[in-house]
């Protein structure tokens, strides 16, 4: 029964007449099989692609892409919910509201759950997107809302995409049957009812999104560029809130091996204004904080799954990360003692030093640790103490007057920009929890920044920081 709902998913209703023979195979085996799946099809006016992973008696998540061949008319795709009675529900800013499921067009912003008694799908909204080059994309204004109706005993979703010529539609979703059906309990936590793919984020089929800052280049007020680090698949592995987060976040991880590049890294890929100008950094640099964050994130992803490929990926970012700590680093000396302050960014072109932020730098040393407690590789070891040692032969400099951090170490030896109001806090927290419990001692100098840091937080009411 839970292979043919899967396969009424499927059965696109009109322009099935073109099948192109898509691929099929097997990714990895631990506690449930993954396999991934693709389909394409070649309509009159349309070309469609779609990418499926199907997890063993746990569910399978979709992205389909659209392309269109005319610039008039629209495209249409119907699939089946089988169940009597059910419920739909709208999460939105971290709240929801549940309703029972009935003829009509659906809400048009957030995500949506579609639930009867024998099935359930998390959906994503129609939105229609025109590739701006360099990894963005702007989202089009002209779209409708999904919509319900009822033919043959079954419920009948509706998707309807407008054909705009060199641009695309996009539907993503998770499916889940029988006993997996935890959808109703587990998605109205505060946690899934947060996850963001609709303001500052989007899902595609190859990647995460993210609203693009305006020094970006391309950049318009509606772009969004596969950002490396996916914010959205952190939180999801980190907080196992659900089965339907757990698949989600496991299909992206897949999906973002294919971004890593040649050189080992995942690349920023739009140009950014200021690294130009201040550096001469130009499209597809690397950011060390969010190779760092991907890093991690696949890490404790590994240790979630047991995935080989997981483990494979980090690795491989890793590898990479110490090449770039060894080769572009800011010397520091004192007395008989050496540290390393790691640049922040780089690029292939690049020919001029780059400063070093403390988040970035703290973050990397945190990253480094997790790899060596698991790994047992003294080369990260050796180089999370270079950069901590670092840390500590410039504690005074990372002061200000009112008892706020500086952000970051100059490639002139002077300090400059804004710290963040509590993730330079929260990163320091991070690498003392590592330092306890691998060496069973904190540092007494990032405990000094912390406490600084602190006084200064509480003196400026703010709260988010880690406790």
């Known amino acids: 029964m839970k292979q043919n709902v899967v396969w009424m998913f499927l059965l696109l209703i009109i322009g099935t007449d073109n099948w192109v023979k898509g691929v099929e195979k097997p990714i990895e085996t631990t506690s449930y099989d993954v396999t991934y799946k693709q389909q394409q099809v070649n309509g009159q006016d349309f070309r469609y692609v779609q990418d499926n992973y199907y997890y063993q ?31 739909v529900t709208y999460f939105n800013e971290g709240k929801y509201l ?150 989600l976040g496991q ?35 690397f950011d060390t904080r969010f190779n760092a964050d991907m890093i991690e994130t696949y890490f404790k992803a590994y240790k979630a799954f047991e995935r080989g490929s997981y483990r494979k990926t980090y690795l491989t970012l890793a590898d990479y990360y110490i090449k770039h700590i060894q080769n572009e680093h800011i010397l520091v000396e ?17 020919e001029v030093v780059v400063h070093s932020s403390l988040n970035h ?17 003294e080369d990260y070891q050796t180089t999370a103490n270079k950069m901590l040692e670092g840390i500590r032969l410039t504690k005074d400099k990372w002061v200000m007057d009112d008892g706020n951090l500086e952000y970051a170490y100059l490639p002139d030896g002077t300090m400059g920009y804004v710290d963040y109001p509590y993730l330079t806090y929260n990163d320091m927290y991070d690498v003392q929890s590592d330092l306890l419990r691998i060496y069973g001692e904190e540092d007494r100098v990032l405990r000094y920044l912390m406490n600084t840091k602190l006084k200064w937080m509480k003196e400026n009411n703010i709260t988010e920081y880690k406790q």
């Not at 008696?57 to 089946?80: C, H, L, M, P, V």
């Not at 004192?334 to 690049?350: A, F, N």
């Open 361 to 377: 730098q703290l973050q990397a040393i945190h990253m480094l640790l997790l790899l060596y407690e698991e790994e047992g590789m």
């Open 57 to 87: 008696g746990q569910g399978y998540t979709f992205t389909r892409k659209i392309e269109y061949k005319a610039d008039s008319g629209f495209y249409i795709s119907r699939f089946y919910l089988p169940g009597d009675k059910g419920t």
């Open 98 to 247: 549940e309703e029972p499921l009935q003829t009509g067009d659906l809400p048009m912003d957030g995500k949506l759950m579609l639930q009867t008694e024998t099935y359930g799908y998390v959906l994503g909204q129609a939105y229609s997107y025109t590739p701006l080059g360099n990894g963005t994309v702007e989202s089009l204004e002209e779209r409708y809302p999904i919509r319900v109706s009822r033919k043959n005993g079954k419920w009948v979703i509706t998707y309807r995409f407008p054909h705009i010529k060199d641009s695309f539609g996009m539907m993503w979703g998770i499916g889940l049957s029988g006993d997996n059906l935890e959808l109703e309990t587990k998605l109205n936590r505060p946690s899934w009812t947060s996850y963001d793919v609709d303001i500052k984020a989007r899902i595609l089929n190859d990647g995460y999104y993210y609203k693009s800052p305006s020094t970006y280049e391309p950049s318009t007020q509606m772009a969004y560029w596969r950002i490396p680090s996916m914010y959205l698949v952190t939180a999801m592995i980190e907080e196992r809130e659900s089965l339907a987060s757990d698949l």
């Open 334 to 350: 004192k007395e008989d003692k050496e540290g390393w302050l790691v640049e922040d960014y780089s690029h292939s072109d690049q």
């Open 251 to 285: 299909s992206l991880l897949f999906t973002g091996v294919n971004n890593l590049n040649e050189e080992g890294f995942l690349p920023s890929l739009p140009k950014s204004e200021w690294l130009e100008e201040e550096y001469s950094i130009k499209s597809g640099f």
